[in-house]
């Protein structure tokens, strides 16, 4: 099966995960549309690891897991902020937030 | 090995969108589990089984439940009145459209895609290990601080208003305005610092005289 397949899959999956970062008003989801564009970048990383003519090095592997890392520590961070904002917003909606004191 | 693909790729596309379009925000946390999985499963059929079994651990185990538990604190699971995405999503929607159709361009006109399979590797987790203990060591220990950085980060900015809460709750019985919505999020901060101090260990109470003070200054 050619490289092709995955590479058009996870830019399917990135495009996905844009729109919904783009477009939903809920603040988590825009964090849930990051973290799936994360995620095709991930796929991106293991697919050219597996069809470099090399695959006995590792460091393609090595490379996703120092990404999924930092990406959970992005997302705990991140929804840690989403909870403070709504504590003081009272709401998740991005349009609603609109000023940055107070 | 195609049909498996085609199963997998539509599996997770599909759960990707319902994740990203669905109404109730806790079906969407079901289905961002779903998505994860999905990719999982690529990635073992890509032969990299310990990042598969990692994304399981981490995204599945980790992220989709951590989402959900924002969901449910922040109350955002009950469907809202109006709509769910903003006024401005045929712009965002046309972005994305645009990403995937150069994304696609890209690589179809590229000459990497065309690559066959070569065979198959065996990375062992022992030879992982071993590359993670000695060239990429200095890597590892920087993102173990991170990670510990992130961790109390996330503790602090999570909490940081719990007594806050309480001053500002304070300060208003003091002045005799009725604030009585702010008595709620008490309650919402104490079990959301608690779950996250638990994850964590055991968490001090060191950090809250700071923000306190900052909190009280500013009131004034």
């Not at chain 1, 996905?16 to 783009?22: E, F, I, P, S």
């Not at chain 1, 964090?31 to 090399?54: C, Q």
Request: proline share 4%.
């Amino acid at each position: 099966m050619p490289l092709h397949y995955y590479l058009i899959f996870s830019a399917l999956l990135f495009a996905v995960g844009l729109a919904g970062a783009l477009t939903r008003r809920n603040a988590i989801l825009v964090l849930v549309g990051i973290e799936l564009m994360l995620n095709a970048a991930n796929l991106n990383f293991i697919a050219f690891w597996r069809y470099s003519p090399d695959p006995n090095a590792i460091q393609g592997i090595l490379f996703v897991i120092f990404s999924i890392a930092i990406a959970a520590a992005e997302a705990a961070v991140g929804l840690a902020l989403i909870i403070s904002i709504y504590r003081h917003y009272k709401t998740t909606n991005l349009e609603k937030m609109d000023s940055l004191k107070g | 090995m195609q049909a498996a693909f085609a199963i997998i790729a539509a599996l997770t596309l599909v759960s990707a969108i319902a994740a990203m379009s669905l109404r109730n925000l806790v079906h969407c946390a079901l289905c961002l589990a779903v998505a994860f999985a999905g990719l999982a499963a690529m990635y073992l059929q890509l032969d990299a089984q310990f990042v598969g079994f990692a994304q399981v651990l981490v995204y599945i185990g980790a992220v989709a439940i951590l989402v959900v538990f924002a969901i449910l604190l922040t109350r955002s699971g009950q469907p809202v009145p109006h709509s769910v995405v903003s006024r401005s999503w045929i712009a965002g929607v046309a972005i994305a459209v645009l990403v995937f159709c150069v994304l696609t361009r890209v690589i179809l006109s590229s000459s990497v895609s065309q690559r066959s399979l070569p065979a198959k590797p065996s990375p062992t987790v022992r030879e992982i290990g071993n590359q993670l203990m000695t060239w990429y060591v200095l890597p590892l220990q920087v993102i173990g601080l991170l990670l510990t950085a992130a961790t109390i980060g996330a503790v602090i900015i999570a909490m940081n208003e719990r007594k806050s809460a309480g001053g500002d709750h304070r300060v208003t019985a003091d002045q005799g305005h009725g604030h009585g919505h702010l008595a709620a999020p008490t309650g919402l901060n104490e079990g959301n610092a608690t779950s996250i101090a638990s994850e964590t260990g055991s968490e001090s109470p060191a950090h809250y005289p700071q923000p306190e003070r900052e909190r009280e200054v500013l009131a004034k």
